[in-house]
């Protein structure tokens, strides 16, 4: 390796390094759950291991659910049992109920064993990393459904949220198996998707991962979805897409845990080497995102949306935080602007202006004063920035008077009036004399 490579090599993992820091940070101390089929443990498991090992010692709080079906198929085969299937549902009678407990018995100290590794030279060295296992699943029988009697297959009846935070706080990672017990003392065969997303709303996750198999959802040029809003999401199931039903499943399980208060839901495709990492620690990710933060009811601005954005921005422009707009201003620019409607209200807003030579400005980014601690304006700005890189748009501009330190924190440099586009210096107002920033968008 020449110099020149090496050094670029260095160049690239320092950039990546700062680049996923702010992530690094956000991502400290929430509960993430994480639930992969019994197909991801093969012999590419050990990368996946890990890079959970890597999420645990970042400070991430990591709840683990595994699901079994190849390992209880392979077993049901083995016994020459019959297989059976009803809408989705294995019928687990009591032959299947014990091909499971000994399929899932054996995955998880199989999974127990890779999360116990310290190899020297590998990214585990060192990490000790905690597994705690037990009866957090409390579960019902599914009973007789359109007169199918579905035996020992059953759904969570609730998760014992305390007891899992306990062994999170004792900086445990914890694993969840896809069985249920009741009261009485049953065991019943579960969906291991359910019980990650029961698990999630239960415990409050700040996300739920779904490693999943295939490349991931695509619009209608084969172009990768990287991300939706609740709304979004369910458009995709009401279209007359051809959706299979693994992904049907998907999809209304990201609704139900963003419905429910898990902020995000994140659909990767298992076999992406790195895939989870790149998902929580780069912009872009490489899965699908599924939001109930911000971008739930982020659009574009109409006509309609004047008067809630004229008010919105009333007290930051009588504070001159923003250059007074009339009413006829804004209905002539509103293609510009992005909002975010919450119960029928605007509670924020930006806009985006294009200049010549790729440049933008960004303007009138505001936020509702009850809405400011929650991220709003953070995730609108992303939402800015992305809509500006769909236009080819590669520097985003802004003019600020009392803010330069939230642009500054989020990326944007100073920079002199002779560094903005022709067209806007000559339309620069030196009586207000705005400060200028600029952020290239890589």
């Known amino acids: 390796m020449t110099n020149r490579q090496n050094k670029q090599l260095q160049n690239a993992f320092v950039s990546s390094i700062r680049h996923a820091a702010p992530y690094i940070q956000a991502h400290r101390g929430k509960t993430v759950v994480i639930t992969f089929g019994g197909e991801t443990v093969d012999e590419q498991f050990d990368r ?13 709080r990591l709840v683990l659910v595994h699901g079994a079906r190849p390992q209880i198929e ?13 809408n989705g549902l294995r019928v687990t009678d009591d032959t299947a109920l014990a ?68 062994q999170l706080d004792a900086d ?24 990650a997303t029961a698990a999630a709303v239960a415990l409050h996750a700040e996300k739920l991962v779904l490693l999943v198999q295939g490349k991931g959802l695509r619009d209608a040029r084969r172009h990768p979805i990287r991300e939706l809003s609740l709304e979004g999401a369910e458009q995709v199931l009401q279209s ?31 076999h992406a080497d790195g895939g989870l990492l790149q998902e929580l620690f780069t912009r872009d990710g490489v899965g699908t995102l599924i939001s109930a933060e911000t971008y739930e009811g982020l659009r574009r601005a109409t006509i309609d949306d004047v008067g809630g954005i004229l008010q919105l921005i009333a007290p930051l422009e009588e504070a001159g935080v923003l250059v007074k707009r009339s ?27 294009p200049y010549e030579e790729g440049f933008a400005e960004l303007s009138c980014l505001a936020v509702h004063t009850d809405y400011r601690t929650e991220g709003r304006g953070s995730a609108l700005l992303e939402a800015i920035e ?48 705005s400060k200028v920033y600029i952020k290239a968008l890589g």
């Open 172 to 195: 445990r990672v914890v694993l969840l198996s896809p069985l249920g017990y009741s009261p009485t003392g049953e065991v019943f065969n579960l969906s291991a998707e359910e019980v």
């Open 240 to 270: 007359r897409r051809k959706l299979d039903s693994e992904w049907v499943r998907h999809l209304n399980s990201a609704i139900e845990s963003c419905r429910s208060g898990v902020k995000r839901t994140h659909l990767i495709d298992h």
């Open 327 to 353: 009413r006829e201003m804004l209905e002539m620019e509103t293609d510009h602007f992005l909002v975010v409607k919450r119960d029928g209200m605007i509670i924020a807003c930006a806009a985006l202006y």
């Open 99 to 166: 091909a499971v407990k000994d399929a899932v018995g054996s995955l998880r100290v199989d999974i127990e064993a890779k999360l116990s590794m310290s190899l020297v030279n590998t990214p585990t060295a060192g990490a000790r990393i905690g597994v705690a296992t037990g009866n957090f699943v409390i579960a019902k029988p599914l009973g007789i459904r359109d007169g199918v009697d579905y035996c020992h297959t059953g759904s969570v009846r609730r998760i014992d949220a305390q007891g899992i935070h306990q």
């Open 48 to 60: 996946l291991v890990h890079d959970i090992a890597l999420l645990h010692t970042l400070g991430i």
């Open 74 to 86: 392979q077993r049901l085969q083995h016994r020459q049992a019959e297989i059976r299937y009803v």
């Open 386 to 433: 992305r809509h500006a890189r769909h236009n080819r748009i590669t520097q985003l501009f802004v003019l600020t008077t009392q803010t330069s330190h939230w642009f500054r924190e989020r990326g944007f440099r100073p920079a002199e009036t002779a560094e903005l586009p022709v067209k806007k210096k000559d339309l620069y107002n030196y009586q207000r004399k």
